[in-house]
Every structure is written in structure tokens, then in C-alpha cells.
């Protein structure tokens, strides 16, 4: 369902009848005088004065306290408020002197004549910050954008004024609530959230890969009502060994069956991005774009699903970020050792380093210093001249509103969070074998979203031996899910075996869309060298965006928007009651004089003449010693001169263990979709990796160099 309004203080008939809206006309309310003509399934209210109309897609988030979409209007002046419900953008375009409103750019953009592309519109698009800007150009010249959590007042004069209406920061619990009861809110929202979408369908499909985000959704649903939940994961040998573990255990702890979805040898991903993109009302695209496409499909057809759950937004929200360091430099700076070597650790990198970054961006936000420089990196390749320059001022532009925003008290990691949040619906799944099929995501919810902004800061910093990222969410799964699940490692996922065969099979297929009309119309420009599958940019994602952007674009003419699928109402289920599960117990943590020797040894390394590296072999993992080898390396990182990268950081612990009586060795192999070198420690029988890899690590006999143990300081692998 799409929203279609046209406001005029001279009465709205005519511009209905130019946009071709003529049905507006029909509704019981019409009046050829009346300021405001709506759609007929549009609630509305008249009064002597303003006329209100309330307004929601059945397709939205089943979210908790939602209201809906509001319009007042007298022939003075239009408001239009919005709830912070992601997909709830409205689109604004003038026609004379009347204003034409719709949920689907595609259909206002046909109502107005609109088909050049804006380039603001588009870079703000391609930099992924558009939330914290309240109104923005769309992707359509002369079209504008009003945000989620945002109200407009709009005069006839075509003066536009726009505020943030959501504001969780003038909450007096922000970013000062202990880790408990930010853990008990956050897992009885998600309960109650499952029971809300239960209740509003008839039957719910979950992506469950098996890691921590989508086992925690899965588990919500299953404890309401099981009889009315479909598990699905990605089959066709996609995903790890370590997901495959995690889901067989969290279906035995829940009596559960998840149903393998393989995938069609064709289309690939660049045809699915195409034919996404085509009925999507906004750009979407994801390394499983064509994995989703037919998941959703099968949802819909075999298991008579009329929604599909996800677990996206649980990195987006919950994982602790470099911008936690700004918040706890301006206001927590005792914590700061910790988290810098946390980050550290993560990055590959110096804890200086961060730290020096941290202060130029604090420096920034106190009006001390001019913005700190930002790149483009990877995707700064497909970018031609002029649209570099776009977005550059759109990361300007974005930048000063998110500063704006941390001087009203925001912190700037709940910021991060938000924005990246209010990016979720461009990944989500849809198919065009369902188009209408509601797509949830609870983990990006805005009261999910809320006990996550609301924790004390310093709650995400290494505390324990068994830290892992995500640790908001980690804790609250514990009263749902067996520790060894809600605590495991993070262990990716299938991206760099798609990415892969996209370089293999459809790198021609990618070159024309990234090279076609729309593409150069955009401002996308595909240098020679880029040409070739091994170039760096097709290893990683930052070329989705752009794709996606072009497949969305380049559409003749727009499609009609589908309806969605029907709902139902059946009778709220009961809830099962599980018993809580006992909390993981942490290992002790290691002595302070440990984590000196480990730090003296690490730079020790880094200045060393360089000695032979041998390759890895194929072990297992051993988590116990590698939580314990990780604290000791976070809390090692905090010190100035101690480098975070793999080389230097996995000698510097194989000597330490060495010299504790334990045989160890630093290793060298490579990190499944990464190239290049990366190293790790081996013992006997089993090896450690302290860096956090997201997909596997393996032997790497094929890798050349002379692995010597000298690392330069700037070196970073």
C-alpha cells in the first residue's frame, strides 16, 4: 500500500488531476476546495480547522509503541510527523504551488516528470549517513526526502522546516544505565516484540545462519509460539563449519528444525541485484541478495509465510566501535586503556594510533579543530571527479549534523548506532516471487534500539577474561540460549565464497552495470585497472552500493506498487516459559606482570632481525586458552608502542608461552575472503587467534613472501 496526499491551501484537485492521481478525487472526503486529498484507505479526521490523516504500511516493522505516519492540514500551513520506523521515509515534490506527497519515490518521481538522478541525492545515498540529516534530496532531481524520527512543518510559501521528534537522549537513564538492567529491558522488549509479531501474523519465517543476532530472534519467536515458526538457513555448502555447530546446537536445546534453502545455479548476484532493485522502494543490495531472493520465495510458497525475521542490525547496533573511544575520552577517560586496547586488537593497529584519531574527532566536536579528513577508500575507485566532490559534502554535511546532534547531549557511539540502524532496510531480503512480504528486522527496533543507547559507556569496555564483542546482546541471550552459543566468537559467514564466484562467473556481467548509461548518468566511473577480477575493490562489498544504486535507476518506467501480503489476526499465543539458563563464568584474568612481559615482548618483536615464519596447519581452535590470550593481548595494546597487528602480536604470544613452559609458534596463512598474509599462534595440537577473524582461517601454502618476524612499525596485517 502507498501512501499518495497532495496538499494545497488553494484547494488540491489540481494537482491531483496533473499528477494523475485522479482517484484522490473519489474518496468519501474529497472536496474539490479541500487543502489535503488522501487515499481512500487513508483514516482521516475533519475538523472545523486542520484536517488529520493517519497513515502505515502493513509491511512495516511490528514495532513496539509505534504510531503512525501524521498529516495536519489547514490552508496555512502542512505538518507531517514521522515515526522512527526505517522504512517510514515520505518524499516531497512541488507541482506549482501545490505539494505532492508519497510513500514510493518511484511513484511521485512519475507524478512529477522527475527522472534525472540528483548527485546530492545520490552521494548522500552511497556515504550511508542520510539519518541524521532530517530532510535531503532523493535520488530524483527535484524530490525531497524526509527522514524517520523527523517532523516537517511546510508553508505555502514552500518554506520547509524539519526536527527531530524521536530523542532518546533527553531520556535522564541515556548512556548512564548499568549493563543489568539495560540487559533486562533489552530481552523483554524482544519478547514482547516477538508476541507483537506473532499476533499480527499468520505465520513468520527466520533467516538463522547460526550466529548470535538471528539464533537470538529465532529464539524469541520459538518461545512464543513454535507451531508457527519456520527456520530457514542458506544451504548449497554456504556458511562455515562453525555455524553449522552453532545451529544443530541451538535446535537440540529447542527441539527445533531448520530447512536448508539451496540456491538456483542462476540467476547469480548481480541478476538478482537487478531484479530486486526494480521493485524495492528504495536501493537494496547485499553479498546475499540472490540467496534471500529465493529464501523469501520459498517462505512464501512452500511454507505459506506471509513474514520473513531477521536478525540484521545486530552488528550495526550492538558492536562496540572506535566510537566508543570519543565517548569515554570526553567523559570516562579512566576507562580508556582498556578499550583502546580492545580496539587495538581489532584494528591491527597501535593503540596510538586510535587514540590519536579519537582526540582529533573529540577536538572537532568541541569547535578546537576543522573536521578531521575523511576517505572515500575502496569505493572512492568508482567514483568519477565531479561525484566525489558530492560526496565529500555529503560526509561534510553529515558530520556537522551528527556533531550538532552531540552537542544536544547525544553520545557519539549511540550515534554510530542509530545512523548505521536507520541503513538496515537497504540489505534486507526481498524477492520479486513475493514482493508484498513483510520483512522484519527487531534487533534495529527503536525501544531495541534504546536500552543499547541507554547503557553507561564504560559497561562496553573489556571487563572480564571472556569479553566478546556485542556484549549488551551476548548477556541478554544468556537467559535464552546455552552459553557456548551466546558467547562464542564471532564466525562470519558465506560473503567471501559469493564474492568469489562473482569475480569468477559474473565479472562481465558486474562491469556492465557499473559501466551502463545509469551508471555514468549517477557519476559512477569504472577505471581500466578496475577491470580485472583481482583488483582489490571486488574483494570486499563497498561495490553494492553503487551496483545496487545503478540497478535501481535504471528502470524505464516505474512499476506499480505491489500490494501487500494479506494478514491475519489469530489469537495471541501463550507464552512458554523457559527457565533462565546460568550465566558463563568468567576465567581469571591474567597478571598484571603478564601483560607487561607480553607488551615488552611485542615491541621486542618489532625491532628484532627477522627470522623465518612457518606455514599453518590444519588445527582446531581452542577457545579456553584463546580467551585467556586475548584479554592478555587487549590489556598489552593499551601501551603506547605495542602494535595490534597479527605478525607481531602472534610472535610476541607464542614467545610469551614459550617461556611459560608451552610449545608455540607464530603462523602464517590467510583469512577466508581477505588477501594477503595473516598470522596466528600454533601449539601442539590446537591454534589461537586473538585478532577476532570473521571467517576461517587456513593454510596458505600458495602465499608468497619471506614472513620474517621483523614488522616495521607501520606495517599493519
Keep these: 500500500m502507498t501512501l499518495r496526499a497532495v496538499w494545497a491551501p488553494d484547494g488540491a484537485s489540481t494537482a491531483a488531476r496533473t499528477a494523475g ?41 511490528a514495532a513496539l509503541d509505534t504510531t503512525p505516519i501524521v498529516l495536519t492540514a489547514t490552508t496555512r500551513e502542512l505538518r507531517i510527523e514521522l515515526p522512527p520506523v526505517w522504512r517510514a521515509e515520505l518524499h516531497l515534490a512541488w507541482d506549482g504551488a501545490s505539494l505532492l506527497i508519497s510513500s514510493d519515490l518511484r511513484t511521485l518521481a512519475w507524478a512529477v516528470g522527475a527522472r534525472t538522478p540528483d548527485p546530492d541525492g545520490c552521494a548522500a545515498f552511497l556515504t550511508g549517513e542520510r539519518w541524521t540529516r532530517s530532510l535531503l534530496p532523493s535520488l530524483y532531481r527535484g524530490i525531497l526526502t524526509l527522514q524517520p524520527g523527523h517532523a516537517a512543518v511546510i508553508r505555502p510559501d514552500k518554506t520547509i522546516r524539519a526536527d527531530a521528534t524521536w530523542a532518546p537522549h533527553r531520556d535522564p537513564a541515556h548512556a548512564s544505565q548499568p549493563l543489568e538492567t539495560s540487559t533486562v529491558q533489552l530481552r523483554d522488549r524482544l519478547d514482547d516484540l516477538a508476541d507483537r509479531i506473532l499476533t499480527r501474523h ?26 508457527r515458526v519456520v527456520l530457514l538457513n542458506v544451504g548449497s555448502d554456504l556458511g562455515t563449519p562453525a555455524e553449522e555447530q552453532l545451529r544443530a546446537r541451538f535446535l537440540r536445546q529447542y527441539g527445533a528444525v531448520s530447512e536448508p534453502v539451496d540456491l538456483p545455479a542462476k540467476p547469480g548476484l548481480v541478476a538478482a541485484l537487478r531484479d530486486v532493485n526494480a521493485m524495492t522502494a528504495l536501493p537494496t543490495g547485499s553479498p546475499f541478495t540472490a540467496a534471500f531472493e529465493e529464501i523469501v520465495a520459498v517462505a512464501h510458497t512452500d511454507f505459506d509465510c506471509d513474514a520473513i525475521a531477521t536478525g540484521d542490525g545486530g552488528d550495526e547496533v550492538f558492536a562496540e566501535r572506535d566510537e566508543l573511544l570519543i565517548d569515554l575520552l ?65 560526509q561534510a554535511r553529515a558530520l ?66 571472556g569479553f566478546q564483542p556485542k556484549w549488551l546482546l551476548r548477556q541478554a541471550a544468556l537467559a535464552w540460549l546455552d552459553p557456548q552459543i551466546a558467547l562464542h566468537p564471532k564466525i562470519g559467514s558465506a560473503d567471501g565464497t559469493i564474492l568469489q564466484a562473482v569475480r569468477t562467473d559474473e565479472h562481465g556481467d558486474l562491469l556492465d552495470l557499473l559501466g551502463s548509461t545509469t551508471a555514468q548518468q549517477i557519476g559512477l566511473r569504472l577505471p581500466p585497472e578496475a577491470e580485472r577480477p583481482d583488483h582489490p575493490l571486488w574483494h570486499g562489498e563497498e561495490w553494492i552500493r553503487p551496483a545496487a ?11 506499480p506498487h505491489q500490494p501487500s501480503v494479506p494478514l491475519s489476526s489469530p489469537p495471541a499465543p501463550p507464552t512458554m516459559e523457559r527457565p533462565p539458563l546460568p550465566a558463563a563464568r568468567h576465567r581469571r584474568r591474567a597478571a598484571r606482570r603478564h601483560v607487561v612481559a607480553l607488551a615488552a615482548l611485542n615491541v621486542a618483536h618489532q625491532l628484532m632481525p627477522g627470522t623465518p615464519i612457518p606455514p599453518a596447519r590444519m588445527t582446531a581452535a581452542d577457545p579456553g586458552l584463546g580467551e585467556t590470550l586475548t584479554d592478555l593481548a587487549r590489556r ?14 602472534s610472535q610476541a604470544l607464542a614467545h610469551f608461552l614459550r617461556l611459560r613452559g608451552r610449545r608455540a609458534t ?52
Design 636 to 649: 598489552a595494546c593499551a601501551f603506547p608502542l605495542v602494535s595490534g597487528a597479527s605478525q607481531p602480536m
Design 666 to 717: 607464530a603462523v602464517y596463512g590467510v583469512q577466508e575472503g581477505h588477501p594477503g598474509a595473516r598470522y596466528w599462534v600454533e601449539t601442539a595440537t590446537v591454534h589461537v587467534d586473538v585478532h577476532g577473524a570473521e571467517t576461517p582461517l587456513t593454510p596458505a601454502p600458495g602465499v608468497t613472501g619471506p614472513h620474517l618476524s621483523n614488522s616495521r612499525p607501520a606495517t599493519r596485517r
Design 330 to 394: 570526553a567523559r570516562h577517560p579512566r576507562a580508556l586503556p582498556t578499550a583502546l586496547g580492545h580496539h587495538a586488537l581489532r584494528t591491527q593497529q597501535r593503540g596510538l594510533e586510535a587514540l590519536k584519531r579519537a582526540h582529533r574527532t573529540l577536538r572537532y566536536l568541541r569547535g578546537h579543530a576543522p573536521a578531521p579528513d575523511r576517505t572515500a577508500g575502496v569505493l572512492g575507485t568508482l567514483l568519477g571527479g565531479a561525484l566525489a566532490d558530492h560526496v565529500a559534502s555529503a
Design 202 to 227: 499468520r505465520r513468520v519465517a527466520c533467516l538463522f545462519s547460526g550466529g548470535l543476532d538471528s539464533t537470538l530472534v529465532a529464539a524469541a519467536l520459538l518461545r512464543r509460539a513454535p507451531e
Design 549 to 559: 544504486l545503478a540497478a535501481w535507476l535504471d528502470q524505464p518506467v516505474p512499476r
Design 400 to 465: 556537522y549534523a551528527d556533531r550538532e546532534r552531540w552537542l544536544q547531549g547525544w553520545t557519539w557511539s549511540a550515534l554510530g548506532s542509530v545512523r548505521r540502524a536507520a541503513a538496515v532496510p537497504e540489505w534486507e531480503p526481498a524477492s520479486t516471487q513475493a514482493p508484498g512480504m513483510a520483512v522484519l528486522s527487531p534487533l534495529v527496533d527503536a525501544q531495541i534500539i534504546t536500552p543499547a543507547l541507554a547503557l553507561r559507556r564504560t559497561a562496553l569496555q573489556p571487563s572480564v577474561a
Design 21 to 61: 492521481w485522479d482517484d484522490l478525487l473519489t474518496t468519501g472526503h474529497a472536496d474539490e476546495a479541500a487543502p489535503l486529498l488522501l487515499n481512500a484507505e487513508l483514516a482521516a479526521r475533519h475538523h472545523d480547522g486542520p484536517t488529520v490523516a493517519y497513515w502505515s504500511d502493513p509491511a512495516w516493522q
